[in-house]
């Protein structure tokens, strides 16, 4: 039987990750997550895991080999918050402690497939995984990119994707903008889909933020990912043992925050009976509104980013993501069911 290991089990995408090993049958998982926060729960009330252990206490009992034989570990656990200014803790969780699992794998024979964060980008507006553009503008972002280049080090040919080197798989995930479901634990975190689909349901209108930065309102531009393409290409990752590397993981394809409005708003009229509008129309009837971009962004604020694909499908990874219209509109049905 396989055994796998989820960190981070009770968040967003580990929660999501074992739904997908679920679906292949695959239930030996054990679920390791801090549930100080305890209607994270949730997350893993429908799903099926063999095990659950406290953060604080599953690292050294697994460098110790004390869960016995684990095929790989998805390692979603982290400190996400990008607005967290305590650098001490943000390298802690994000940094040594990926570092101290990546012995512990290697010494127990586990593979490695890990998050990594477009935010190793930062200023840049060029999104491949190269050292020339990985500019971040936080201390999420540098202690993203800190692990990433301590990996680069470590693993060596086999990092450069030839099977030269080490035998353990090691994987990691530039994650862009990821939504969808098992997401509302987030708070102020959550994606732009979930806090725009409350916003509706609340006041009957969605804002978004004015021109900026050359682009007209709602017109800036993220490379948005939803959750069950995440899922996809980890488990092909997970079936494809031989390939290692640092891969961006988003759509390849930029688009305008108004697209994400138009459809939480038109697929929530459609639930109604209501018929498609266009944008101008949405924003003729008040449905969508602009406001003032706020001056604390300024200089701050990205306004483009876009997943450069070429080395995931140099893998022979040739995953087709779904585009915002279609995953935003099976999100916000998922949340009016929610």
């Not at 990996?151 to 995930?173: D, I, L, P, S, Y």
């Not at 079936?239 to 640092?246: L, R, S, V, Y």
């Not at 995953?319 to 069911?337: C, M």
């Amino acid at each position: 039987m396989t055994r796998v290991v989820v960190t981070g089990a009770a968040g967003f995408i580990g929660s999501n990750i074992i739904k997908g090993l679920n679906a292949r049958g695959i239930d030996d998982v054990i679920a390791v997550d801090d549930m100080t926060q305890g209607d994270k729960f949730r997350n893993l009330a429908d799903l099926k895991i063999s095990d659950y252990v406290d953060a604080d206490d599953f690292y050294s009992a697994f460098a110790g080999g004390h869960f016995g034989q684990v095929e790989a570990v998805f390692h979603e656990g982290a400190c996400s918050d990008t607005m967290e200014s305590d650098g001490k803790f943000m390298m802690g969780n994000n940094y040594t402690l990926s570092w101290n699992l990546f012995q512990a794998c290697q010494k127990r024979g586990a593979r490695l497939l890990y998050a990594s964060s477009a935010a190793t980008y930062g200023g840049s507006d060029t999104f491949r995984e190269d050292p020339a553009f990985e500019l971040p503008l936080n201390v999420y972002g540098y202690s993203k990119l800190l692990f990433d280049q301590r990996m680069r080090r470590e693993c060596g040919a086999q990092f450069e994707r030839t099977k030269a080197g080490r035998t353990q798989q090691v994987v990691g995930f530039r994650y862009f903008n990821v939504y969808g479901p098992r997401e509302q634990h987030k708070g102020r975190m959550a994606s732009v889909a979930f806090h725009q689909f409350h916003q509706f349901k609340a006041e009957g209108k969605v804002k978004l933020f004015g021109e900026y930065g050359g682009y007209v309102p709602g017109g800036q531009l993220r490379d948005f990912v939803f959750i069950d393409d995440v899922v996809a290409v980890n488990l092909w990752f997970f079936d494809n043992p031989a390939q290692c590397g640092i891969f961006n993981l988003g759509s390849g394809r930029a688009q305008p925050f108004n697209d994400v409005a138009s459809s939480v708003v038109n697929t929530l009229r459609a639930a109604q009976g209501e018929s498609a509008l266009s944008l101008d129309a949405m924003v003729q009837q008040g449905l969508l509104e602009y406001i003032g971009f706020p001056d604390a962004l300024r200089g701050k604020y990205q306004c483009f980013t876009q997943a450069d694909l070429s080395a995931l499908r140099a893998t022979g990874c040739n995953h087709s993501f779904v585009d915002v219209q279609t995953g935003v509109g099976k999100y916000v049905e998922w949340l009016s069911k929610a």
